[in-house]
């Protein structure tokens, strides 16, 4: 199996235990175990545990923003692009919650590692996208931020469950 395959077979395996029993309660042993490598190959890949927990939350991540930019893409404007992401989600709760609560519980139970702490707020909070729209004639941007409510410069910002919606 050529080596970027087998990286990713380890980071598919991680994510399944990981979102399932957390990063305190799943060793290498195990992750190996599932993605039937044996645990020296693992660490071929990942020189830790943390820097397998870290290389799994940034493909979470990156395969995340990647999905809500071509939603963005695809859409005619801004508030359907934030309709469709919704549906999107939703639709992937529904199939496969792992990626979500993998997200959620990084959030959790990382704290007493600062490294992670900081890894994981910035893989979930700051992750953003811009729409470009039309409001009374007036051209204006719409961004969909997942964190924290930004302040809006001017317009207005609805928050949502840790998202917000700002027209600038």
């Not at 919704?86 to 519980?105: D, V």
């Not at 811009?130 to 001017?154: L, Q, W, Y």
Request: net charge positive; glycine share 4%; charged share 25%.
């Amino acid at each position: 199996m050529p080596a970027e395959e087998r990286r990713e077979q380890i980071l598919d395996a991680a994510e399944v235990a990981f979102s399932t029993r957390g990063y305190r309660d799943v060793g290498t042993a195990e992750v190996a175990a599932q993605a039937r490598v044996s645990e020296p190959t693992l660490y071929r890949y990942f020189a830790s545990k943390r820097d397998l927990y870290l290389a799994m939350l940034e493909r979470n991540a990156d395969r995340l923003l990647a999905t809500w930019r071509e939603i963005a893409a695809a859409s005619a404007d801004a508030m359907t692009g934030l309709s469709e992401i919704g549906r999107w989600y939703f639709e992937q709760l529904q199939k496969n919650p792992t990626p979500f609560l993998l997200r959620a519980r990084s959030l959790l139970e990382v704290a007493a590692d600062e490294k992670l702490a900081n890894h994981s707020r910035k893989n979930f909070w700051e992750p953003s996208i811009s729409f470009r729209v039309s409001t009374n004639g007036r051209a204006s941007r719409a961004k969909f931020h997942a964190g924290p409510t930004p302040a809006p410069r001017r317009g207005c910002s609805w928050p949502s469950a840790g998202c917000s919606i700002s027209f600038c």
